[in-house]
């Protein structure tokens, strides 16, 4: 249902906005019935392309930088077994950017 549907955040609504311009086809924050459930940040469907933009709660920082969470990892890797190709957009490399960068991201 709609209502129970996650906003989209700032980060999420600046990588769609790109794809937009690029004349990207897709849908966002859809539950993927056919992947037990999960739900996709962007999704690319005739492509079977599901895009995460992946914020600071996605990942754990250490001594090295930032590593993706067990639950980040588990879910990227449970999508690619039903089948999606993930891409991982993550927030410090996307803030890092600039316009055109972005658009060859």
Known sequence: EASQRAAPSRLQRSVAAVLRQMN?????????????????????????VVVEVDGPSHFVQGPGGFAASGATLLKRRQLQCFGYHVVSVPFWEWDGMGKAKRRRY
């Open 24 to 48: 990207v086809k897709f849908v966002e924050e859809v539950v993927l019935s056919d992947a037990g459930g999960y739900s996709a940040d962007i999704l690319l469907q005739k492509r079977r």
